[in-house]
């Protein structure tokens, strides 16, 4: 009986709560305090669009919203936020259209489910978030990363998300929409689906429909500093750039390994420090890692020390994994090898 009272419970803290009006619905998914969600996802299928006035259907969290419009111009998916929130990175090919929004025009398809991601990293000690707007392309099977934005003065997990769209209730609702797929991922990974017999949640931001044109444009990036000495992580080996800041005395490292190392982390061409272990040296199995330290490290010996550039294909991608770190950055880091210890 315990168990059975504690699963309804459960179960009424995602009882949807539906605000309607005269010219759209608002469905509020209530989120209790110790969820602590940093995503947000639906999977919207518009069935059918009754005009050719604006017509919008979209997801919402705090002040964000990630939107799929449409109009006699065409289909798009805009991604809203304040107007004095900073714009941190966007997809290939979206556009600035004014203060407060990013644009993709997509010709986004009637009958078609396409889940849209609102994603949220904080820094509770400088008071900000930022906060991802991602769509998921059933045709290409891949997501796109709309854009990241940064707001000043706000830092939680995410509130009040939400899904909304017109009236349907009109005899001729202006859209006829499904939602299926919804669901919250708590900050340890998990997703909680909010609607029952849905099937399980799986997100993946690694590869992305940008992924080459990306690289193409962070290879440019990196070659332009290296031409203007703005670098001098000069060498390449698969993608990544280094230079060897002290030659180690030690064996030569493994992927295999589990190292143990002191580093330093920023985003390339910023100088602010977004992580470092200057003081104890941590361990861990290199494989776990991000692949541009499995290329990189194993080109230092033990006692050796090195400096790394990694496109963002090979270290986070588009996904929103640090309020220091946007979507889509070059990481820079600096790694001293202390001790590496091969597999038992």
């Not at 941190?88 to 556009?95: E, L, N, R, S, Y």
């Not at 949640?201 to 990036?221: G, Y």
């Not at 910023?270 to 494989?287: G, H, Q, R």
């Not at 290329?295 to 550039?309: N, Q």
């Amino acid at each position: 009986m315990k168990k059975c009272l504690f699963h309804i419970l459960f179960l009424s803290f995602f009882i949807p709560v539906v605000n309607a009006s005269d010219k759209d619905s608002t469905v509020y998914y209530p989120v209790p305090d110790s969820i602590k969600a940093i995503s947000f996802i639906a999977e919207i299928n518009v069935q059918e669009i009754n005009t050719t006035k604006e017509v919008f259907i979209g997801i919402q969290a705090d002040r964000i919203k990630l939107v799929l419009e449409s109009d006699k111009d065409g289909k798009e998916v805009v991604f809203e936020f304040p107007a004095s929130a900073q714009k941190m990175a966007k997809g290939i090919d979206v556009i600035d259209d004014e203060k407060g929004e990013l644009e993709w025009k997509y010709d986004w398809s009637v009958n078609v489910s396409y889940k849209l991601l609102v994603s949220i990293a904080t820094d509770s000690a400088e008071n900000f978030s930022l906060y991802s707007g991602y769509i998921w392309l059933p045709k290409e099977h891949t997501w796109k990363l709309i854009g990241t934005c940064k707001i000043q003065g706000q830092w939680s997990t995410l509130q009040n998300p939400a899904v909304f769209f017109p009236d349907q209730l009109k005899k001729r609702p202006q859209l006829r929409v499904q939602t299926s797929q919804v669901g919250l991922q708590k900050n340890n990974g998990k997703w909680i689906s909010l609607k029952e017999g849905q099937p399980e949640i799986k997100v993946r931001l690694f590869s992305h429909i940008d992924s080459v044109r990306q690289n193409e444009l962070e290879t440019q990036i990196i070659q332009q500093a290296i031409a203007t000495g703005k670098t001098d992580a000069t060498d390449n080996v698969e993608g990544v750039y280094y230079i060897i800041m002290k030659e180690g005395t030690g064996r030569q490292v493994s992927v295999n390994d589990t190292i143990t190392v002191l580093y330093k982390l920023n985003v390339f061409n910023n100088a602010s420090v977004v992580e470092e272990s200057t003081d104890k040296p941590i361990t861990f199995p290199l494989k776990w890692l991000i692949k541009g330290w499995q290329v990189g490290v194993p080109l230092c010996k033990v006692g050796g020390k090195i400096k790394l550039l990694i496109p963002s294909g090979m270290a986070y991608s588009i996904r929103t994994t640090g309020a220091k770190l946007p979507p889509n950055s070059i990481l820079q880091f600096e790694i001293e090898v202390v001790e590496a210890k091969p597999p038992l």
